[in-house]
């Protein structure tokens, strides 16, 4: 099984200002996360606002699985380079995960990212039995562990069992919980070493290399993906004075990104530097003006 490891990015879904999908803008998007050096992309994850995007063979979907899908295979061979691609591939509905699962391995991505049931709230064994349903379908699976979206933490007992499931490649751990992050990968990654531990956060990404996880699943990466694969990469090696320096200059923009919600705040930065982006669908909606204000500060300091 492919070890991932490395900066991977939670790409937005650009949208027209009718909020149509913007399908060039989206392209422009993949073909300069590959100029810049990304090690992997996640389409259709929660940045992407896949709830509200049309499922439907051919349609949204399908169209932008298709764009992420060419550009990697023409920047692959045009470089030699593999370019890991994560699918979203979550659903509270074990059938419908199941069923993403599928479609990731129908269309040759290299991985497929299911969080934990949403809403549901799910018991462990719930828990466990969706993740061993998903296993069965063939395809790599990253666990997102993010609870305070879906409701239910994955403890570190039932992501060890979930572990020992076949086809399961790591977790997005998202928890928040430094502690955790570290139990998991004491339990678990010492044992399966293979096992990716990718922080969900990009805030606790230093933190979590520092204590031997494999990298970030990365919003900020959508506009600045250059400094963020240095830093993971630069942590990797251990060299950690460095990795530290670009931490601090990024920090402000770590906080600004989510100073008003996932993905309109790190929309709202892409238009000020004139990348694709446009506005979300509801039920999320454009930034307050305060919110625009800590973003713009952000991006200068930060000197992005």
């Known amino acids: 099984m492919l070890k991932f490891q490395g900066a991977f990015t939670a790409m937005i879904t650009p949208m027209n200002p009718d909020c149509s999908v913007d399908y060039e803008g989206f392209r422009k998007n993949v073909k300069f996360q590959l100029e810049q050096g990304i090690d992997g992309l996640v389409p259709l994850g929660t940045t992407a606002e896949t709830p509200t995007l049309d499922e ?34 979550g659903s509270n509905n074990t059938k419908d995960a199941v069923a993403y699962c599928e479609r990731a391995k129908k ?50 007992d039932t992501l060890e069992r979930i572990a020992g499931l076949p086809n399961i490649a790591g977790v997005k751990e998202a928890s928040g919980s430094i502690s955790q992050m570290m139990d998991v990968i004491a339990r678990i990654k010492s044992k399966k070493t293979d096992f990716a531990v990718f922080s969900g956060d990009d805030g606790l990404t230093l933190p979590l290399l520092s204590c031997g996880g494999d990298g970030v699943i990365s919003v900020v990466s959508n506009l600045a993906p250059a400094p963020v694969v240095e830093m993971v990469r630069k942590g990797l090696e251990g060299d950690f004075a460095e990795a530290r320096k670009i931490h601090y200059r990024l920090l402000p923009f770590f906080k600004a990104a989510f100073v008003d919600g996932n993905p309109t705040s790190i929309k709202y930065a892409m238009s000020v530097k004139n990348m694709p982006s446009g506005p979300c669908r509801l039920p999320l909606v454009e930034v307050t003006e305060a919110a625009k204000k800590v973003i713009e500060d952000a991006l200068k300091e930060c000197g992005l």
């Open 56 to 89: 439907l063979p051919g349609q949204e979907e399908d169209k932008l699985i298709s764009i992420v899908m060419e550009e990697v295979k023409e920047f692959e061979r045009s470089t030699g380079k593999h370019i890991p691609v994560i699918l979203g591939a």
């Open 107 to 156: 269309v040759g991505a290299d991985a497929a990212l299911v969080v934990t049931p949403y809403y549901n709230k799910p018991s462990k064994e719930g828990i466990f039995r969706h993740f061993e349903a998903v296993s069965k379908v063939g395809i790599p699976v990253i666990v997102y562990n993010i609870a305070g979206r879906t409701g239910v933490n994955i403890t570190t």
